[in-house]
């Protein structure tokens, strides 16, 4: 036992000994804390039930229990007040001791774990009121947090903590979860440097590539006995399923990567100089691909992670049997069909768009250990278009070659095919950022409406797509319908 504190239950008449030390998962929304948290709780020794609030309730004990004992508050309304009495301090543990205590007993469990949203920002109070607690801090790719975040809100940002983002910058989902991760992060990374002993670092995607090497990792630093094939049952019945969390998590049975990397397709230029600088501190010091110009205009990395295993840091293959994405031919037919096919009429309606060169690239599927970027540059003033492929394979430092364009239309090979096979709408597929428009920034959005309106008639669609004054611009902000 952590010490030898005693409680008293609800009657008066049965002794207690304190719970072993908490632990707390220090995570923000879409970070996979909820797979985490099945993952402690199918251990025989640990309990953590969904999300309590615990920390914010602990913070609010102690703000009453100070006033009360006539300590000064803070400035700000809300904030833990700058000094906080030993026995404000006594009063929280014992009645958070009391809760979780109940609940252990239930469960059959000897330690209390807590993952709650926010809990980075307690983290001093609650190591005041347990000073062995340990923490778990969970991070996940930035940009992989902003593309779950837009998934699980098709509708408009709300929940999980997006809400003071979203109302301060309406226009822009992707700043807004930018912003919403650099905080969250950043306040973890702090606690993870002011605490260094009792913090362990978790990667979302060291927990799926490598569940069993995380899980073993978790519980080496917990001090708990080891339990191989763990995350094999973690999705088990035993796992409380009410309260916030994850919704696909109900019908999940086993623990997959596949989502490692869908962040590729969010476009990097929504995010301003001084959000992505700051992004940019801490994912160097995570340990992840940095969010530079560069980003979702080349093939798929195959790993989001700079540090690892060798595993991690898998190489490509050789580039010499790098192939072309499916469907490259298709593109560079249409193309090819639709310059033999510029008449007056496309010159008139066009007239602006035709002295500006430009690309249309096609990217290898997410997570693609092999494969190239295709490019096709396009001259319409000389009716010519070439094709161009990397001498190596892509990879996320790299750029598309594209410096002597104007303006690119970037996507995975999938959306294009989908696209010139009629099973896809263009004004979607820009919606939802599966295909990207991209310029220098110096355009205005009528330009950038109408130089995707002409390479939409240039293909031959003739439905799909109308122009909305910046529309291709600013497709990023608007969340799939």
């Known amino acids: 036992m952590a010490d030898d504190t005693t409680l008293v239950s609800a009657n008066g008449t049965q002794p207690r000994h304190s719970p072993d030390a908490p632990v707390f998962v220090l995570c923000n929304g879409r970070s996979g804390s909820t797979l985490l948290r099945f993952l402690l709780d199918a251990h025989p ?55 979780t205590y109940s609940y252990l007993a239930r469960r059959g469990k000897k ?40 998934e699980a809100c098709p509708w408009g940002l709300k929940g999980y903590g997006f809400d003071p983002y979203i109302a301060s910058t309406p226009g822009n989902a992707v700043l807004a979860l930018a912003r919403f991760w650099t905080d969250s992060a950043g306040a973890a990374l702090e606690t993870e ?15 799926v590539t490598d569940p069993e090497g995380a899980a073993a990792g978790i519980f080496d630093f917990l001090g708990v006995p080891q339990q191989p094939g763990i995350t094999a049952r973690c999705f088990s019945a035993d796992r409380e399923r009410f309260g916030p969390a994850d919704y696909k998590i109900w019908h999940t049975s086993r623990i997959s990567d596949s989502s490692v990397g869908r962040g590729w397709s969010i476009p990097a230029a929504m995010i301003p100089p001084q959000v ?65 096919r510029i008449d007056d009429r496309f010159v008139r309606n ?38 161009i492929v990397p001498a190596e394979t892509d990879g996320p430092d790299n750029t598309d070659g594209n410096d002597d364009t104007t303006w690119d239309l970037v996507g995975s090979a999938e959306a294009w095919q989908a696209l010139l096979s009629g099973h896809a709408n263009l004004g979607v597929l820009m919606r939802r950022c599966e295909l990207r428009y991209c310029d220098a920034g110096e355009s205005d959005p009528v330009a950038s409406d109408s130089r995707v309106g002409m390479l939409a008639d240039l293909l031959g669609i003739r439905a799909g797509w109308q122009p909305a004054f910046g529309a291709a611009s600013m497709a990023a902000a608007v969340t799939a319908p």
């Not at 920390?55 to 609010?60: I, R, Y």
């Not at 005041?128 to 975040?149: N, Q, T, W």
């Not at 499916?326 to 037919?333: D, F, L, R, T």
Request: proline share 8%.
């Open 193 to 207: 440097e002011r605490f260094a002993a009792s913090c362990h670092r978790v990667r979302y995607e060291d927990l």
């Open 111 to 150: 330690r209390y774990c807590d993952k709650s949203l926010g809990t980075a920002h307690h983290a001093e109070l609650l190591l005041r009121v347990y000073p062995e607690a340990k923490f778990l801090c969970l991070y996940r790719h930035p940009m992989d947090v902003i593309a779950s975040g837009i």
């Open 276 to 340: 992505a600088a700051v992004m940019r501190e801490l994912t160097d010091k995570l340990g992840y691909l940095p969010v530079d110009d560069g980003w979702g205009t080349t093939g798929a990395p195959a790993d989001l992670r700079v540090t690892g295993s060798s595993a991690d840091r898998a190489p490509a293959g050789d580039p010499a049997q790098a192939s072309l994405p499916a469907g490259a031919s298709a593109i560079a037919e249409a193309l090819r069909a639709g310059l033999a």
């Open 350 to 387: 066009w007239e602006d768009c035709l002295a500006e060169p430009f690309a249309v690239v096609a990217t290898p599927p997410a997570g693609s250990r092999s494969g190239r970027t295709f490019t096709c540059r396009v001259d319409l003033a000389a009716r010519t278009m070439a094709s």
């Open 45 to 99: 020794e640990l309990a953590c039930p969904p999300e309590t609030n615990l920390p914010v309730m602990a913070s609010q004990l102690a703000t009453v229990w100070s006033l009360i004992e006539g300590a000064p508050l803070s400035a700000e309304r809300g904030d833990e007040p700058p000094v906080i009495p030993e026995a404000a301090i006594t009063g929280v543990r014992r009645t958070m001791d009391e809760m």
